[in-house]
């Protein structure tokens, strides 16, 4: 799966941020880092789409073979979970946005507070919903992303960029992070806009793994996921 500038790294922002400034329901920050974990409908074992993934995971973590071909393997996540919302806190996204190359200097608090407003919107449109419905989410964020597509050349050849030089930060990061879940959407599959598969974790994530199946934000959730199973197997 190839993703361009919108569909990934665009994309990993908009995730980023609803970690960083909402909840797993986008009510408000839970504390967590990003990852990039599967949209797969897990069932009630953790099972990911046609009953393998998450319910076999081995206690160590990984797949049902231990490689994580089906749950989150080596080099798809950092083990520790963390990313660049990690960087951020409640009061200050600078770290953040400058981890993505997006915004270099402090924003100011009305900024701040309008970042905080689009990242709620932004969450709407992660994890398991109708097409239609998270179709037409997308739609009403590219409304109010309100951008103005241009084509430059600073990189010698002619591409996209979806708000115009010295355009409003926060209105750069609406257009740009609009834009890279519409891409997901229309280009690779809307599925990969999802949740961890972990209860109590909920992050958002961006899968942008080869095969889809991602069920974890993390090696880390994958492997407590996977223990928390095996315990709850022993006998009693």
């Known amino acids: ?53 998450l319910g076999e995971a081995s206690p160590d973590g990984g797949g049902r073979d231990g490689t994580g071909r089906d749950g989150v393997g080596p080099g798809e996540a950092d083990p520790r979970g963390a990313g660049p919302g990690d960087t951020a806190t409640a009061d200050d996204p600078s770290a953040l946005l400058a981890a993505h190359g997006v915004v270099e200097h402090a924003l100011g608090p009305a900024q701040r507070r309008d970042l905080r407003t689009w990242a709620r919107r932004l969450a709407d449109c992660f994890g398991p919903q109708d097409l239609a419905e998270r179709c037409a989410r997308l739609n009403r964020l590219l409304e109010e992303a309100s951008s103005r597509p241009y084509i430059a050349l600073h990189d010698g050849t002619p591409h996209f960029h979806y708000s115009a030089p010295g355009a409003d930060p926060v209105a750069h990061v609406r257009a740009l992070t609009a834009a890279g879940l519409a891409y997901i959407a229309c ?3 809307a599925r990969r806009l999802g949740r961890c598969a972990r209860a109590g974790c909920g992050r958002a994530f961006v899968d942008t793994s080869r095969a889809g199946r991602r069920a974890y934000c993390s090696v880390r959730c994958a492997n407590n996921d996977a223990v928390a199973r095996h315990r709850a197997r022993r006998p009693r």
């Open 187 to 189: 280009h690779a599959d």
């Open 1 to 53: 799966m190839h993703f361009n500038h919108y569909g990934g790294e665009a994309a990993l922002l908009a995730a980023d941020l609803v970690n960083a400034y909402a909840g797993p329901d986008g009510a408000g920050p839970n504390g967590a880092g990003p990852g990039e974990a599967d949209l797969g409908e897990a069932g009630p074992d953790g099972a990911g789409p046609g009953g393998a993934g």
